[in-house]
């Protein structure tokens, strides 16, 4: 296990590595952002004397090298300050982002998963079929697609035109709730369904693709002959070769969840969905600096450690992989 | 272009491997996959599109369109004058949108092409001389694994200012580093093999081997990963106009988009909202087509056969 255990070690080291430069980018950039980070708080008709002594409050006159080191702390620690707009520290705003980001996505995540991976099993085991042609071209066209179009597109059938469905938001106006309760009312999920389709309509392909390739790997090993021998049936049969099937998905889906992260900035905004990329945006445009740089701080982190994640799964799951 | 035996017929001479080689031997290719083949085709309507499009359209990107009495054609539909409509600007939507193709072919093709340049030399580098030389880029290559794309472009776009030169820089910033990984590999791969150790033994220099042996055999993955940063530069361009970091003084689709989108127009103005993101889908379902063509051309494992 000493190979495993060095590799997990070297891929921690090099994840943290990474982290302390990109904090390093993030500094160095907000440096030479626009827009004096003290004109929030201090008007020009202060005295000398009291710009100075607001500027020690808020540590702008150390020398560069101690803003750095604090400012690492602070990062390590989650400490982000004040937001220079909202009246919350930004520990909390951006937390809430997230996790109005996750409750958008975790259903996504899980729904095409699984519907992905029965459809793609399927199309791997029928190989030449009919199903299985349609599932690959419908696959490879929804892939394609920009998620912010169909989003459009989505929004202007379903909301404008028909009024189905509410065209933003992420529960009815008017009811502010904390997270929880939010989640779990009728209203969340009315509001929940046109994202669901469209990041699904996307998400789902990925899991099918993948699981119809692995699968028409798996369908030729010798293992599945000892078991039709055995007299399995059919359908046991599939459930063994899907099980051997599955370990590209394992790590496909933990990329994949980090990189959604990011890809969700266009949703949010088109439907108003209070998520964290909607507020890297908003923030930026208002030069709202402290919460802009959570935020990427925090999609930063996020892929990250789904990619880090993506590589320990890979160790352990498959006995056949070693470590020298 | 010296193609030296190839095509000329069923001859057993020995072909050279020239470096144009690869890309007109993936164009027979890419016409054999029925998806391939509209692929291209969408893409050299696009093409024409962009190319003809000064003298097709009726109006300038930015022009407003008066009526005789000197009023404005303010969001109409689709109606004789303007094919497509007008913006509520005045602006028609038909030369908007052809204008938007030469946009998304520059942005596409400078920033896939660079990029691809780029990763391979990384690559090619990286993977030959290995040791130090690897670590350090194979670091940064993690680094730029590790930044989110759309967030940091905003960032950089907000320190400074928007522009279509940016974005290309940006888009080639994060194509190169998929590359990179890609060509690294396959250049491991290759240096242990005998026609490397044949070379050196006949006292080819490092760069020769690199560039002349080593090379024209990763070119493929090359050619695929700029086919595939084509469509991911165009992503990302209307991407970032779409919210509102785009080069103002440029009318791509995801501009169009981003003015459609602020201005409302999704509630009934569809003639606005639909033509750019139809082309801005078609152009990069194509340029996927013909990716995955590619693809299955140089991974024999992805065949359908």
Redesign the interface.
């Known amino acids: 296990m000493t190979g495993l255990k060095k590799y997990i070690l070297m891929r921690l080291i ?1 994840l943290v ?3 302390f ?2 904090l390093s ?2 500094f160095v ?2 440096k ?3 827009g004096d980070p003290t004109a929030i708080f201090v008007d020009s008709r202060f005295s000398p004397e009291m710009i100075d002594m607001q500027k020690k409050l808020w540590g702008l006159t150390d020398p560069l090298w101690v803003q750095y080191l604090s400012y690492l702390k602070n990062m390590a620690i989650f400490d982000f300050g004040r937001s220079f707009f909202q009246i919350q520290p930004v520990r909390e705003i951006v937390l809430e982002k997230l996790l109005n980001t996750c409750a958008m996505m975790v259903p996504s995540v899980i729904l095409s998963v699984v519907l992905g991976t029965i459809l793609g099993a399927v199309a791997g085991w029928k190989r030449g079929s009919k199903f299985e042609t349609t599932m690959v ?1 419908t696959s ?2 929804l ?4 998620s ?2 169909v989003g ?2 989505v ?2 059938l379903f909301s ?1 035109t028909l009024r189905w469905l509410p065209s933003g938001g992420m529960s009815p106006p008017g009811t502010a709730a904390g997270f929880w309760q939010t989640v779990f009312s009728v209203g969340f999920l009315k509001h929940l369904i046109l994202p669901t389709i469209v990041l699904m309509s996307r998400e789902i392909t990925g899991p099918i693709l993948l699981l119809r ?1 692995s699968m028409l790997e798996v369908k030729g090993s010798d293992f599945l002959d000892i078991l039709r021998a055995k007299g399995l049936s059919e359908a046991q049969i599939i459930k063994h070769a899907t099980r051997n099937a599955l370990l590209p998905l394992v790590t496909y889906v933990a990329v994949m969840t980090g990189l959604l ?3 969700q ?2 949703l949010e ?2 439907f108003a969905w209070p998520g964290i ?1 909607r507020e ?2 908003t923030a ?2 208002d030069l709202d600096y402290p919460v ?1 740089q959570a ?2 701080y925090l ?2 982190l996020t ?2 450690l789904m ?1 880090f994640i993506a590589d320990l799964l890979y160790g352990f799951i498959d006995p056949r992989i070693t470590y020298n | 272009m010296e193609m030296s035996g190839a095509g000329r017929g069923k001859s057993a001479r020995v072909r050279k491997l020239s470096f144009l080689h690869w890309p007109l031997e993936s164009l027979k290719v890419i016409f054999q996959d029925t998806l391939g083949a509209i692929g291209l085709i969408f893409l050299v309507i696009f093409i024409v599109m962009a190319f003809l499009a000064p003298m097709v359209a009726p109006w300038g990107p930015f022009d407003v369109v008066f009526n005789p009495d000197k009023s404005v054609r303010r969001l109409l539909p689709p109606n004789p004058t303007n094919l497509l409509g007008t913006t509520n600007m005045g602006m028609d939507v038909f030369s908007q949108l052809l204008y938007g193709s030469r946009i998304a072919l520059v942005v596409g093709f400078f920033s896939a092409i660079a990029g691809a340049l780029l990763g391979t030399l990384v690559g090619l580098f990286s993977g030959y001389y290995g040791r130090w030389i690897d670590q350090v880029l194979m670091r940064i290559t993690d680094i730029a694994f590790g930044i989110p794309i759309l967030p940091f472009a905003l960032i950089i776009i907000s320190v400074t200012k928007p522009s279509l030169t940016i974005i290309i820089l940006l888009i080639i910033f994060f194509l190169w580093r998929t590359t990179a990984r890609v060509i690294r590999s396959q250049v491991l791969s290759l240096r242990e093999r005998p026609f490397v150790w044949a070379a050196k033994a006949a006292g080819a220099s490092d760069l020769k081997i690199l560039f002349f042996h080593i090379g024209p055999n990763v070119l493929p993955f090359s050619f695929l990963y700029m086919a595939i940063g084509v469509s991911a530069g165009v992503m990302y361009e209307a991407a970032l106009s779409f919210l509102g970091f785009g080069d103002p003084h440029v009318l791509s689709w995801g501009q169009m988009l981003n003015f459609a989108f602020n201005a409302g127009a999704m509630r009934n103005a569809w003639w606005w909202v639909l033509p750019p993101g139809l082309c801005l889908s078609l152009f990069v379902t194509s340029s996927f087509m013909i990716t995955r063509a590619y693809e299955q051309m140089i991974n024999p494992r992805l065949r359908e056969i």
């Open positions: 090099s590595f990474v982290i430069c990109i980018i993030i950039l907000v030479f952002l626009p071209t490879l066209f892939r394609s697609a920009p912010f179009f459009i597109l929004l202007m404008y390739s992260f990011q890809g900035v266009l905004i088109i990329g890297i945006v930026l445009k802009a935020c990427f999609m930063a892929i990250l990619n």
